[in-house]
């Protein structure tokens, strides 16, 4: 599935797999535009929990739903887009100057790789603030 978002795009991780069980990965130089500083993940989640609501000023993100599913919508200012990723080799890349939302299913586990460390002058968290520099 592909984005009409701007700074935005699907990708698909490699996935090895054995006998033992299956193991993805990512890289920086083949498979996300950015090095990474900052890791997190949010887990234990609620039925229904909606996390994000916020842009980015500067930062690229990757985000992978390890677990789970989360329904991620996406707003460049001009176009929206919802999409859903459940699959633990499906990474979605966030660039700068995109609101985005996630709504998590109950128990989802959701991992992203940030190209900034935590910043809260990086953060656009009122919408109509964000429309505006757009």
Not at 46 to 63: D, I, L, P, T, Y
Not at 81 to 104: A, C, R, Y
Request: aromatic residues 12%.
């Amino acid at each position: 599935m592909d984005t009409n978002i701007k700074n935005t795009r699907i990708i698909e991780l490699p996935i090895r797999k054995d006998d033992r069980g299956s193991l993805c990965f990512f890289e920086n130089e083949n498979h996300i535009p950015f090095p990474i500083k900052r890791i997190f993940y949010i887990f234990d989640t609620k039925e229904g929990a909606v996390r994000g609501n916020h842009a980015h000023k500067e930062s690229w993100q990757v985000h992978v739903c390890l677990g789970g599913s989360a329904k991620i919508t996406l707003d460049d200012g001009i176009n929206k887009q919802e999409i859903v990723i459940d699959k633990p080799n499906t990474g979605l890349i966030i660039g700068p100057m995109v609101w985005h939302s996630f709504i998590l299913d109950k128990g989802a586990n959701f991992f992203v790789a940030s190209s900034n460390l935590y910043d809260e002058k990086d953060y656009i968290r009122d919408y109509n603030e964000f429309k505006s520099q757009t």
